[in-house]
């Protein structure tokens, strides 16, 4: 069972170029997000989805943009990037909405990005 | 304001010695708070979740306890596999927030053979 993959693991951006984190869970989970990670501060989400066609901003969306056209996919646009977005960015599922208790949320890897 | 402190930022223990990882939390009505374990280069991994003080979980070596101001995991007799670092998160039990977790800086366990 691959859970959730994510795409690619590193990345270096330039300022100001842009770059989409891909994201694909298989567990057939209706409520997907996307969190970044910063040194010494807890997960921050930035966006999340409770089905296909349906988004909505979490707590940090400026400068990231998602779509949602599929239950399985759910990818994270970075446009124009900024130093400010260097981060650990962590995608995750559950079957039920922001919970974690009887759905926990099932983690990517995650993809260490650089922007410089 | 809603906020998860986790103390101390890191633990180091020689194998078998027993310990706790705590959790403050301030919340507006807590619907639940959870533990997840992050290993290097991963994704968070659940671990427990606690609904009302008093209630406890063990898993292994691990066990979780809730109060109305904190949480504790006690480790008992680590051994090097349990270094990791442990996270908490509580969500609020506000319609309003959507129930979104609120999530601490996390505990780095690190335990030497």
């Known amino acids: 069972n691959a859970g959730v993959t994510q795409t690619p693991k590193f990345r270096i951006l330039k300022i100001g170029q842009s770059m989409t984190l891909q994201c694909t869970q298989d567990m057939n989970h209706n409520y997907m997000y996307w969190y970044r990670q910063d040194p010494g501060m807890g997960l921050k989400l930035i966006y999340y989805?409770?089905?296909?066609?349906?988004?909505d901003k979490g707590e940090v969306p400026n400068g990231y943009n998602v779509s949602r056209s599929t239950t399985e996919d759910f990818p994270l646009r970075l446009e124009l990037a900024a130093p400010s977005q260097t981060s650990v960015y962590f995608c995750?599922?559950?079957?039920?909405f922001g919970t974690g208790g009887d759905s926990p949320l099932h983690f990517g890897n995650g993809t260490r990005l650089t922007v410089t | 304001e809603d906020q998860v402190t986790q103390s101390p930022e890191a633990l180091r223990l020689q194998e078998g010695e027993s310990s706790s990882l705590n959790c403050s939390y301030t919340?507006?009505?807590?619907?639940?708070l959870f533990w997840y374990r992050q290993d290097p280069g991963k994704g968070p991994e659940f671990l427990f979740t606690?609904?009302?003080?008093?209630e406890e979980k063990e898993k292994e070596r691990l066990k979780a306890t809730l109060t109305k101001k904190e949480s504790f995991l006690h480790i008992t007799a680590p051994k090097p596999e349990d270094s990791a670092t442990y996270l908490c998160?509580?969500?609020?039990?506000?319609?309003?927030?959507?129930?979104?977790?609120?999530w601490g800086a996390g505990t780095k366990l690190i335990i030497k053979p």
């Open positions: 989805s409770v089905g296909a066609g349906i988004t």
């Open positions: 995750a599922s559950s079957f039920t």
């Open positions: 998160a509580v969500q609020a039990n506000i319609v309003d927030s959507n129930y979104q977790l609120i």
């Open positions: 919340v507006s009505g807590l619907r639940g």
């Open positions: 606690l609904y009302s003080a008093g």
